[in-house]
């Protein structure tokens, strides 16, 4: 089991781009998480999926952010239109359906907006 | 709403000194209560829990209630102890995130 993938691992992105984060969870796991890190702060809470559903966004900026886990694939953290402040590490975890306390992580992915 | 304090950004400790690293929490319910742990260049990765009352890697944390802590502790330092420290709380009835403080970077003195 290769645990929780996430791509790019480093990702560079200009002012008004878009930005696109993938996380592929651990064999068998239909949850799936997404956290940001800024500079010198701890993890924050962003949004919880399962497949082809979002279960709690309130984590999520209102604007420009979105998240998707399709039935079929990576989810997705997409970023429109993205600022400096975007700047941050993101950090995507799954956990199986039973027992759903314990995430397991990925290696998280750092956005760097010029 | 809940929160989890890590009043310490750096500790350092000299080797086969005893470690404590704090945390506190804020929640009127029951929450669960994690410790998670990022070694240089590793992901992040579960230490341990309060349910489970295990040592792992000779680290115990006890869940006080009265005084809303879950401080990590362990007896004697070593050098492969070194990483970053995150307390983390989930709460109980459907809630699924995790609250995470903002972490302890710990380095062992050899």
């Known amino acids: 089991n290769a645990g929780v993938m996430q791509n790019p691992r480093h990702l560079v992105r200009r002012r008004g781009q878009e930005a696109r984060l993938r996380c592929s969870p651990m064999k068998g796991h239909s949850h799936v998480y997404w956290y940001r890190q800024l500079p010198e702060e701890g993890l924050k809470f962003m949004v919880y999926?399962?497949?082809?559903?979002?279960?709690?966004e309130s984590g999520m900026p209102k604007e420009r952010f979105s998240a998707e886990f399709p039935k079929e694939g990576p989810s997705i953290l997409r970023i429109q239109q993205v600022v400096r402040g975007d700047s941050a590490a993101y950090f995507c975890a799954s956990s199986p359906p039973r027992g759903r306390t314990e995430q397991f992580f990925g290696p998280g992915t750092r956005l760097t907006v010029l | 709403a809940q929160r989890v304090t890590q009043p310490e950004k750096l500790l350092s400790v000299f080797k086969g000194a005893p470690v404590e690293l704090k945390c506190n929490y804020s929640?009127?319910?029951?929450?669960?209560l994690f410790w998670y742990v990022q070694y240089s260049r590793q992901r992040l990765q579960l230490l341990l829990r309060?349910?489970s009352r295990e040592s792992i890697k000779g680290f115990t944390a006890d869940l006080n209630k009265g005084e809303t802590s879950f401080h990590l502790k362990k007896p004697f330092a070593q050098e492969e102890d070194s990483a970053m420290y995150y307390c983390a709380l989930y709460r109980d009835f459907g809630n699924e995130k995790l609250t995470f403080g903002t972490g302890t970077r710990l380095t062992i003195i050899p």
């Open positions: 929640y009127s319910g029951s929450p669960e």
């Open positions: 999926l399962q497949k082809e559903n979002i279960i709690d």
């Open positions: 309060h349910i």
